[in-house]
Nanobody, 126 residues
């Protein structure tokens, strides 16, 4: 089972950028999808981006489309989330997860993923 490890979080001002990393050894052999989720204080965890690891196709939630980019470097067993034009509403804990096999519903549904990491905190101040 995958054990993703996220890193790269921090505190930035509005308009700033961060790059999150998710290291997950052997993920391409275990899953065809890796996703990033975000959980703001007092809110449910929500899916924001995923990458199909065999095709490099991507899918984004509307809240981050055009500002965030998900990518992978399979040789480094790492999936990235490049975040630009950060806003205070982007504040939260960011999690990486591996896609569950056989899922046929909404691509970023939380039930479509398992093998969660511990998360990395992103704080955007105005």
């Amino acid at each position: 089972q995958l054990q993703p490890v996220e890193s790269g979080g921090g505190s930035v001002q509005t308009g700033g950028s961060l790059r999150l990393s998710c290291e997950a050894a052997g993920y391409t052999s275990i899953t065809d999808r890796m996703g990033w989720f975000r959980q703001a204080p007092g809110r449910e965890r929500e899916g924001i981006a995923l990458i199909y690891t065999d095709t490099n196709d991507t899918f984004y939630d509307d809240s981050v489309k055009g500002r965030f980019t998900i990518s992978q470097d399979s040789a480094k067993n790492t999936v990235y989330l490049h975040m630009n034009t950060l806003q205070p509403q982007d504040t939260g804990m960011y999690y990486c997860a591996a896609g569950r096999s056989g899922w046929r519903g909404y691509p970023l549904h939380i039930r479509a993923f398992n093998s969660w990491g511990q998360g990395t905190q992103v704080t955007v101040s105005s």
